[in-house]
T-cell receptor, first 116, second 112 residues
Framework: GAVVSQHPSWVICKSGTSVKIECRSL??????MFWYRQFPKQSLMLMAT?????????EQGVEKDKFLINHASLTLSTLTVTSAHPEDSSFYIC????????????FGSGTQLSVL | GQQLNQSPQSMFIQEGEDVSMNCTSS?????WLWYKQDPGEGPVLLIA?????ELTSNGRLTAQFGITRKDSFLNISASIPSDVGIYFC????????????FGKGTRLSVIA
């Protein structure tokens, strides 16, 4: 299957700092990428849809100024958690679609964010 | 919004046993997918289903797209310890890079 690379795998930061997470499609181009958040023992919650060359689309309840998304190229999307607080601690996963009509989502390995 | 009901929530089985889990939806999906997630990792795609009634296998895994297009099941035969993990169903109702809807997952534990 397609390969999606996500970095870093884990990060620990102080409250108030910003953290950037990168998501790259390694062997295919992705005009769209999806960012999910996952709490322990929970399912994946869609945060936003990242669109190459245009603004991201955020799900209801997700603060766009808190979670900045930049889809700079056809293979790279970044999620920046700004002024992180302990409640932002979570597992963040990016994904990129492939397949006949983009129906197959391939996921990165995830980023565990811990805010102290 | 659309919701997927996935069951069971968790399962404890003996190594060698067969496993079955399913998802149902209140609305029709055009695509059903099954993923497995290991701790601290992103989900990995196991099987993708495109047509109502379709039955697809991937090794010991078999999944079917329900005829009503509102349900799907995943079977694992002769389970082994490395089958441990969380299995998610996901559905897509429209084409064109639209987000998937995920079930809440089935946590599988295999007792050797």
């Amino acid at each position: 299957g397609a390969v999606v690379s996500q970095h870093p795998s884990w990060v620990i930061c102080k409250s108030g700092t910003s953290v950037k997470i990168e998501c790259r499609s390694l062997d295919f181009q992705a005009t769209t990428m999806f960012w999910y958040r996952q709490f322990p023992k929970q399912s994946l919650m869609l945060m936003a849809t990242s669109n190459e060359g245009s603004k991201a689309t955020y799900e209801q309840g997700v603060e766009k100024d808190k979670f900045l998304i930049n889809h700079a190229s056809l293979t790279l999307s970044t999620l920046t958690v700004t002024s992180a607080h302990p409640e932002d601690s979570s597992f963040y996963i990016c994904s990129a679609p492939q397949g006949l009509w983009g129906e197959k989502l391939f996921f990165g390995s995830g980023t565990q964010l811990s805010v102290l | 919004g659309q919701q997927l009901n996935q069951s069971p929530q968790s399962m404890f089985i003996q190594e060698g046993e067969d496993v079955s889990m399913n998802c149902t939806s209140s609305s029709i999906f055009n695509t059903w997918l099954w993923y497995k997630q290991d701790p601290g990792e992103g989900p990995v795609l196991l099987i993708a289903l495109y047509k109502a009634g379709e039955l697809t296998s991937n090794g010991r895994l078999t999944a079917q797209f329900g005829i009503t297009r509102k349900d799907s099941f995943l079977n694992i035969s002769a389970s082994i310890p490395s089958d441990v993990g969380i299995y998610f169903c996901a559905g897509q109702s429209n084409s064109g890079n639209t987000p998937l809807v995920f079930g809440k997952g089935t946590r599988l534990s295999v007792i050797a």
